[in-house]
Each structure stands twice: as C-alpha cells, then as structure tokens.
C-alpha cells in the first residue's frame, strides 16, 4: 500500500498539530495502522497505533493522553492529532501500514518489521 503523509510544520510548544496520512488502497480497513517517528541522530520510534476495524488502539508512554490516533475508513486516511506537544516531540514523522491481524501485528508490540509499508515522513519541528 502507498501512504501520503501531510500536516508537519513548525508549532510552538503547548500547542498542537493535526498529521494525515492518506493510504491508496481499496482494503483501508485490512490494514493496521501506526506512527513511528525519528527525531535527529536516534533510531526509529514508535508513538501509536491503530487496529484496522479501529477497536484497538496503543500509544506510547511518552505521548498517552496528548497524542490521538485515529482512521477515517471511508476516506482511506489515518490521523494523528497531537496535543500539548514538547520539543521532545520534534522528529520526522512516518506513517506506517501492516496487513497482519492485530495479534500478530508489530504494531501491537510497539514495533515494525521488514514487511512494514512506510509513508515518506513529515518533519514536526516544535520550538520551545
């Protein structure tokens, strides 16, 4: 599946920011969903994700309850609307598909594999 990722920019911090990611495929909804981000000279990280039914969601530690995931199936588009966000937040954000049921999705672990498909990143630059 190809992904578009779109709504990165420059926000101070406190503040918030909607990101999209439009996937081109006509089975949306067999696919879980995920962002991951990678800030400058660190590895890939997880931030959330969501099952492709959206009964399922999980985030990471560093950005429960300022971070919401969520897919709109009848737009083939998956958001991640931010909040209160911290320079700490400052990372090229990737969306992410795989097409695995939930159990044995990476996803739910918080993790991607080699089969993961990616979006090609938007750069959240937050100034303190």
């Known amino acids: 599946v190809q992904l578009q990722a779109s709504g990165g920019g420059l926000v101070q911090a406190g503040g918030s920011l909607r990101l999209s990611c439009a996937a081109s495929?006509?089975?949306?909804?067999?696919?879980?969903m995920g962002w991951f981000r990678q800030a400058p000279g660190k590895e890939r990280e997880f931030v959330a994700a969501?099952?492709?039914?959206?009964?399922?969601?999980k985030y990471a530690d560093s950005v429960k309850g300022r971070f919401t995931i969520s897919r709109d199936q009848t737009k083939n588009t998956l958001y991640l609307q931010m909040t209160s966000l911290k320079s700490e937040d400052t990372a090229v954000y990737y969306c992410a598909a795989d097409s695995s049921s939930w159990v044995r999705s990476p996803f739910s672990n918080g993790r991607y594999a080699p089969r993961t498909d990616w979006g090609q990143g938007t750069l959240v630059t937050v100034s303190s």
């Open positions: 969501i099952s492709g039914a959206a009964r399922i969601t």
């Open positions: 495929t006509r089975t949306f909804m067999n696919y879980n």
